[in-house]
């Protein structure tokens, strides 16, 4: 991207503002006899008395180990969520800037633009569901901040081609968010290896799919180290909870668990796909780079009740453009797979 300037896409207020300068940003314990009496809190050990690092230093420290980034390209939030709503405060002012999403996609980008009061222009993805270069490219103006890219895509499970993104990453005049929710259920490259090239590319992961880490809330945001600044400045100080920090580390740390685990979830997805291929009611699988697969069938609403009556609880997606009729499965345990197995074949 050339020319890339962030300063003229920070908002004015995020600009100028001062940031909270919390007691734990001067001094965080590192073992030593220090007396911490500057934070109010209560004195009495047991194991989170103390509040947590604002800036997460010993997780972030593991990953960029492991991701081969600098820890001054990392922000941490309570759930991708969070850092979600972090970029559009950073970046969209109410009521003047807008966003591109491409549907069908991840619902959250378009809840947050309403909550956020910022106009959301979608571009549907073409029929086989990949970015419309062309058509995002057109609808941008000098007020579009932020383009959000989910790959591979949730719902329909498939990656975008890499030449589509790059040509996004280098025409489009804003920032673009890579939302790798599913990247380790995928063979491609993550895009993080491409931060040092485009300033203005931001990826987004989270520990709640592949890491097995839904209930912590931990989501995590990759960019250059000016954009992560932004981010630092607006982010509640506090905003990854101690236990939370704990166990994150611990699961990063036991990365041949999560390893196993994926390798056992897609074997089991291949198993799925092969069952629902055979059905009669299913009339497209669509490819997929995730724990889950989406499938078109005859009627959704009336296969989704039937599984609901066997306590089966699956997504509708059929309200989704491009998506009529179609149910997304999620991969579960050998067992639960056999089971929802043996009831799709037994549905008439
Ligand atoms: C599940 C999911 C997330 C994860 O959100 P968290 O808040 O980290 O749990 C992010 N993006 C997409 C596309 C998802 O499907």
Known sequence: ??????NRLVRESVQKLQPYSSARDEYVSDGSEMLFLDANENPFDNGVNRYPDPYQRSLKSLLAEQKGVSESQILLGNGSDEVLDLIYRAFCEPNRDNIITLPPTYGMYKVLSGINAIENREVLL????EPDVDEILKIV?????????????????????????????????????VDEAYIDFSKDESWLSQLDKYPNLIVTQTLSKAFGLAGIRLG??????GTI??????????????????RA????????????????????RTELIKALDSLEFVSALYPTDANFVLAKVDDANKRYQQLLDKQVVVRNRSTQPLCENTLRFTVGTPEENKKLIAILKELK
């Open 1 to 6: 991207m050339k020319g890339f300037d962030l």
């Open 126 to 129: 073409t029929s086989d569901f």
């Open 141 to 177: 103006d000098a007020n579009s901040k932020l383009l959000f890219i989910c790959s591979p895509n949730n719902p329909t499970g498939n990656s975008f081609k890499g030449k589509g993104i790059e040509k996004l990453l280098e025409s489009f005049n804003g920032i673009v968010v």
């Open 220 to 225: 995590i945001c990759y960019a250059s180290e």
């Open 229 to 246: 600044g932004v981010l630092n400045k607006i982010k509640p100080p506090y905003n990854v909870n101690q236990l939370t920090q704990q």
């Open 249 to 268: 580390l611990e699961r990063v740390l036991n990365q041949d668990l999560v390893n196993q685990e994926v390798q056992q979830i897609l074997k089991e």
